[in-house]
Nanobody
Framework: QVQLVESGGGSVQAEGSLRLSCAASGRTFTNYAMAWFRQAAGKEREFVASINWNGGSTDYADSVKGRFTISRDNAKNTMYLQMNSLKPEDTAVYFC?????????????????WGQGTQVTVSS
């Protein structure tokens, strides 16, 4: 089992930036793909970005392409989400998750470990 702890959330104005971190502990971090999902109030959890085991492949939701960048540092057991040009519609609780294997997916069911989430609020 791996434990995940997100940090870096907060409140910003539109067009601002935030960098989320996801620190992992427990089982070997490097063997697994990881992802960020988000859930806005009253809405279902949605895919944001994913990264494969070594960072060589990434995928993004259309709504964040060109604005968000996912990365990972396996030596530090940490994944990141750099969020630029934030919009009010990016407001949500952001969750990090690890997959069951090395390849990423956009489906939440393919991820079996989740953090508790960090709130991101973007005001207009």
């Amino acid at each position: 089992q791996v434990q995940l702890v997100e940090s870096g959330g907060g409140s910003v104005q539109a067009e601002g930036s935030l960098r989320l971190s996801c620190a992992a502990s427990g089982r070997t971090f490097t063997n697994y793909a990881m992802a960020w999902f988000r859930q806005a109030a009253g809405k279902e959890r949605e895919f944001v970005a994913s990264i494969n085991w070594n960072g060589g492949s990434t995928d993004y939701a259309d709504s964040v392409k060109g604005r968000f960048t996912i990365s990972r540092d396996n030596a530090k057991n940490t994944m990141y989400l750099q969020m630029n040009s934030l919009k009010p519609e990016d407001t949500a609780v952001y969750f990090c998750a690890t997959a069951g294997g090395p390849l990423q997916s956009i489906l939440a069911v393919d991820y079996n470990n989740w953090g508790q989430g960090t709130q991101v609020t973007v005001s207009s």
